[in-house]
């Protein structure tokens, strides 16, 4: 079992035509042959599961990836609470998603945004 990098860029939209590799995510974690998050694994190295979300114009933010009852993966952020996260719902959901180069990505930011992101490359 070994962590993976998976970097997620902005795909295109009307806001970026021609997406953008300024704006992403990036984050450590164990797959699956065929591309998911392994949970097994992940329950053994989870302090290695780290993110960091690297925003064009904005400060760059850190956390780790954790997983919740039902099946729910989700970024929490480094210094946001238990209670901030339950009540900001600070989560990114990746149940269902293939980490795989050219496979898309929805995730809907603590915000409430949802943005679609490239998987541009998983080493």
């Known amino acids: 079992m ?8 902005l795909a295109r939209g009307p806001e970026f035509p021609e997406g ?3 704006r992403g995510y990036e984050f450590k ?10 949970h ?3 329950s ?7 993110f960091r979300r690297f925003w064009d114009g904005a400060a ?10 039902g099946n729910r993966w989700l970024f929490h952020y480094d210094g946001v609470t238990h209670e901030e996260d339950e009540e900001d719902d600070m989560i ?7 980490f795989v180069e050219g496979e898309y990505v929805s995730i809907t930011e603590h915000d409430g945004e949802q943005h ?5 490359s998983v080493r």
């Open 2 to 9: 070994s962590v993976r990098t998976i970097r997620l860029e």
């Open 20 to 22: 953008s590799a300024s």
């Open 29 to 38: 974690a164990p797959l699956t042959a065929d591309g998911t998050l392994d």
């Open 40 to 42: 097994d694994a992940w």
């Open 44 to 50: 053994k190295v989870r302090s290695d599961c780290t």
């Open 60 to 69: 760059e933010e850190t956390g780790h990836l954790v997983h919740r009852r």
């Open 92 to 98: 990114f959901k990746f149940d269902r998603h293939h």
């Open 116 to 120: 679609t992101f490239r998987v541009v």
